[in-house]
C-alpha cells in the first residue's frame, strides 16, 4: 500500500463520504475550484461538480448553512479554514447547532460535520495559531475529535459525517503534508469515540492528542534511554472522551500526564485529569498538565519555541515525575 | 503640471517605490525563509495607501489595515527598518516579534495595526470614531479591507452602526476582484461592491485604485464629510495585485494575460508615464527609485543584524 500524506488521507475521506451518500455536500472558502488554501479538498469540485462549491467570507453562513441543510436532510460537510475564525460564527454552533436535538426532543436533527485545523507554525500570527479545542469541547451537543496520524485523519472524519450529531474534526495543519502513512481505506467506519495507545509503557501515562502526539511520542523514545518507560495515548475524542481506556493505563502506570498544545488553563488536560482522579485512581506521583503558557501565541518563530512545549520540555517533565534527581 | 503639483508627484513617486522595494525585499527574504509563515504582499495596490495616507492627519487620525497592511504602515510613517524587523521576528520589530507579517501596528504613527481577520478593522474602526465623540480630537478612523470582507457580517455591522450614529469612519474598500483565491464575482450578485452605501445612507465613491491623486482626492473629500460631522463615507478602490494573495500562491486561478495586462496599468508605470509626459527627466524618475531602493536595503540590512527576540520575555504584557 502506498504512503499518503495527512492531507491525502483528509481528501481520501471527503471523496468517500461523497461517492457512497448522495445527501452529502461539501462547502467553504476556497475549497471547490482552487482545492482548499491547504490542497486538502483538491479535485473533489471536479468530480463531485455542483455538490462541493466554493462560498463568500461568511462564516455564519456556512456554519448556519451547515445547520439548515443538515436539519432539512442533507449531510454538509464544511470548513472553517482557520479554528480562530470559528470565533467570528460561534452562535451558528453553539446557540444554534448544539442545541437543535436537544430542544426538539430529537424530532430535528444537525448531522453536519464542521473541518477546521488549527495550531502554531513558525511565524502565524495570534490569530491564525490559537488551539481552541476545549471550547468546543465544553458544549454539550458538539463532538470533537483531533485525528493525529493519516490513517485516523481518514477515519475519524468519516465516522464524524456519519454521526448524526453535529463533529468539529479539528485537523492539524502543521501535519497536512509533513507526516505520511498508509492508509486502509476500505474498513467499515467506526462508532464515535475511543482512544489509542500509540506505545506501551510502565512508568507514567501520557494523554495527548493532535500534533502534540508526535512530540510525545519523539520525548517517550527519548525517555526509554533514561530508563523510563512511557505508555502514550492518543485521546483521538475529546467529546466521548474515553475515559476507561486512560484509567486502564493509569491503574498499571500509576503516573499521569497530559500534553497539549492548547493553553493551561481550562485546557481539556484538565478535565482529563479530573476524571481520572474522580475515579480514586491511585497515582504514586501528582499528575502533570504539560502545555503552553496562558498567553497570546508570538509570531516570531523564536519565541513561539519559548511558549510551546517542545520535546526537550516533555523529556524534562516527564523526568521530574518519573524519576526525580535524575537529570534529562 | 504645476510645479507644486509636480513636487507632489515626485513624492508620490517615492512613496509608491518605498512600498515597492520593501514588497520586494520581503519577497527575497522570504524566499530565503528568513522570514516565516504567511506574507501577503500589496505589489501593484501601493497607490491606495500612499493616496489615503497623505489625505489623513496622522498625528489625531487612525488607520486599522488587514494583513495585506506593509503598505499602510509604510505610508502612515513606520520605519521600513522596525518593519523589516518585526517580519524577520527581530526585538526591534515594531511588536517585538509577536506580531509577524499580518498583523504589526506601529500607534505612535497613526497605525493602528494590521488585522488578519478578514473584516475585524470595521468594528474597531467604529469605536475609534465613537471615542473622537468624547474626547473631541477630531479623529477620522480609516479602515481599509478587501473587497471579499464585504461578505462578512462584521463589515455590515460596522457600516450600519457608523451610518446610525454618524461616525466619523471611511470605509475604504481595495477591491483587486479576489477574495484570495476565488473572484469576488462569483461571490456577490452586484459586483459594484460601492452601491452599497446607498443601503446604509452614507455616501459611496468609486476611485481608481492605481491613481493616487485620485485616492488622495477621494479620501481627503471623505475626510471633510466626516470632520463635518456627516459621516460615514464608503469608498471603493479598483486595484489588482500583480502577485499572489500569500507568497508561494500559483494563482492557478487567474486567466494568463491578466498579470501581464495590469502591469501596464499599475501605480508606478502610470505616475511615472504622466511624470516624464509632464517634463520630469529620466534621471530624475531613476534616480529616485534609486535613492528609495537603497534607502529600503539600508533598512533590511539594519533589521538583519538585530537581535532575534527575547524568548525570555516571551510572557510578558498578556496582563498590565
Ligand atoms: C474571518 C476570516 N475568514 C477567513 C479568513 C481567511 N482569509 C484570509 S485573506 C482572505 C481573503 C480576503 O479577501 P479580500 O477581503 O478580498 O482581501 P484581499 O486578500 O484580496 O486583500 C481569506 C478568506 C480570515 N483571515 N478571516
Known amino acids: 500500500m502506498d504512503e499518503i500524506t495527512y492531507a491525502q488521507a483528509v481528501n481520501a475521506a471527503l471523496r468517500r463520504a461523497l461517492v457512497e451518500d448522495s445527501s452529502t455536500v461539501l462547502f467553504g472558502e476556497d475549497v471547490a475550484l482552487p482545492g482548499g488554501v491547504h490542497g486538502v479538498t483538491r479535485r473533489l469540485r471536479r468530480e463531485f461538480g455542483e455538490r462541493v462549491f466554493d462560498t463568500p467570507i461568511s462564516e455564519s453562513a456556512i456554519l448556519g448553512g451547515a445547520v439548515g441543510a443538515a436539519i432539512m436532510g442533507l449531510r454538509p460537510i464544511v470548513e472553517i479554514m482557520w479554528a480562530d475564525f470559528a470565533f467570528v460564527a460561534f452562535d451558528q454552533l453553539i446557540n444554534q447547532a448544539a442545541n437543535v436535538r436537544y430542544v426538539s426532543r430529537g424530532r430535528l436533527t444537525a448531522p453536519m460535520t464542521v473541518r477546521t485545523q488549527q495550531g502554531a507554525t513558525p511565524g502565524s500570527c495570534a490569530q491564525h495559531s490559537q488551539n481552541v479545542e476545549a471550547l468546543f469541547a465544553h458544549i454539550p451537543g458538539l463532538r470533537v475529535c483531533l485525528p493525529a496520524t493519516p490513517q485516523d485523519a481518514y477515519d475519524l472524519l468519516l465516522t464524524a459525517i456519519a454521526c448524526d450529531d453535529p463533529v468539529v474534526v479539528i485537523e492539524s495543519r502543521a501535519l497536512y503534508h509533513s507526516v505520511k502513512g498508509t492508509v486502509e481505506q476500505d474498513r467499515p467506519r467506526a462508532p464515535v469515540g475511543g482512544a489509542r495507545i500509540h506505545r506501551t509503557g510502565s512508568d507514567i501515562s501520557v494523554v495527548t492528542w493532535g500534533p502534540m502526539l508526535h512530540t510525545v511520542l519523539e520525548a517517550a523514545q527519548v525517555l526509554e534511554g533514561s530508563g523510563v518507560s512511557v505508555e502514550v495515548i492518543d485521546a483521538r475524542w475529546l467529546n466521548p472522551f474515553d475515559t476507561d481506556t486512560v484509567a486502564e493505563s493509569v491503574s498499571r502506570t500509576g503516573r499521569l500526564a497530559v500534553v497539549h498544545e492548547a493553553n493551561l488553563t481550562g485546557g481539556f488536560g484538565a478535565e482529563v485529569i479530573a476524571r481520572v482522579v474522580e475515579r480514586g485512581m491511585p497515582l504514586s506521583a501528582p499528575p502533570l498538565r504539560i502545555a503552553t503558557d496562558d498567553l497570546r501565541i508570538p509570531a516570531a518563530p523564536g519565541l513561539q519555541q519559548a511558549a510551546i512545549p517542545s520535546r526537550d520540555a516533555v523529556v524534562r517533565q516527564l523526568l521530574s515525575v518519573c524519576a526525580p534527581g535524575v537529570a534529562a | 503640471m504645476s510645479h507644486s503639483s509636480s513636487e507632489t508627484a515626485l513624492a508620490d513617486l517615492a512613496g509608491l517605490w518605498r512600498i515597492r522595494c520593501f514588497e520586494e525585499t520581503v519577497t527575497r527574504l522570504r524566499v530565503e525563509e528568513q522570514i516565516a509563515g504567511s506574507v501577503h504582499l500589496c505589489i501593484g495596490q501601493e497607490a491606495i495607501p500612499v493616496g489615503a495616507c497623505a489625505a489623513l492627519d496622522l498625528t489625531r487620525d487612525a488607520v486599522f489595515a488587514t494583513y495585506r497592511g506593509h503598505g499602510w504602515a509604510l505610508a502612515c ?197 504622466a511624470l516624464r509626459a509632464a517634463g520630469v527627466s529620466d534621471t530624475e524618475l531613476t534616480g529616485i527609485e534609486t535613492r528609495v531602493r537603497a534607502e529600503i536595503e539600508t533598512a533590511a540590512a539594519t533589521a538583519l543584524a538585530a537581535p532575534p527576540a527575547d524568548p525570555s520575555a516571551v510572557k510578558e504584557h498578556v496582563y498590565g
Request: proline content about 4%.
Open chain 2, 77 to 273: 510613517g513606520a520605519g521600513p527598518a522596525a518593519l523589516f524587523a518585526e517580519l524577520l521576528g527581530r526585538e526591534t520589530g515594531t511588536n517585538g516579534g509577536r506580531a509577524g507579517s499580518a498583523y504589526l501596528s506601529d500607534p505612535d504613527h497613526g497605525f493602528y495595526g494590521e488585522n488578519s481577520i478578514v473584516g475585524a478593522g470595521g468594528p474597531i474602526a467604529v469605536g475609534a470614531a465613537l471615542a473622537a465623540r468624547y474626547d473631541g480630537s477630531g479623529r477620522v478612523a480609516l479602515t481599509v479591507f478587501g473587497d471579499g470582507a464585504m461578505n462578512q457580517g462584521a463589515v455590515h455591522e460596522a457600516m450600519n452602526m457608523a451610518s446610525a450614529f454618524d461616525l466619523s469612519v471611511v470605509f475604504l474598500v481595495e477591491n483587486n476582484r479576489y477574495s484570495e483565491l476565488t473572484p469576488i464575482a462569483a461571490m456577490v450578485r452586484d459586483a459594484d461592491l460601492v452601491t452599497r452605501s446607498a443601503a446604509y445612507g452614507m455616501p459611496g465613491t468609486r476611485v481608481d485604485g492605481n491613481d493616487v491623486d485620485a485616492v488622495r482626492r477621494a479620501v481627503a473629500e471623505a475626510v471633510d464629510t466626516c470632520r463635518s460631522g456627516r459621516g460615514p463615507v464608503l469608498i471603493e478602490a479598483h486595484t489588482q495585485r500583480l502577485v499572489g494573495h500569500y507568497i508561494g500562491d500559483a494563482q492557478v486561478y487567474r486567466p494568463r494575460d491578466e498579470v501581464e495586462l495590469a502591469r501596464t496599468t499599475e501605480p508606478i508605470v502610470v505616475l511615472t508615464a
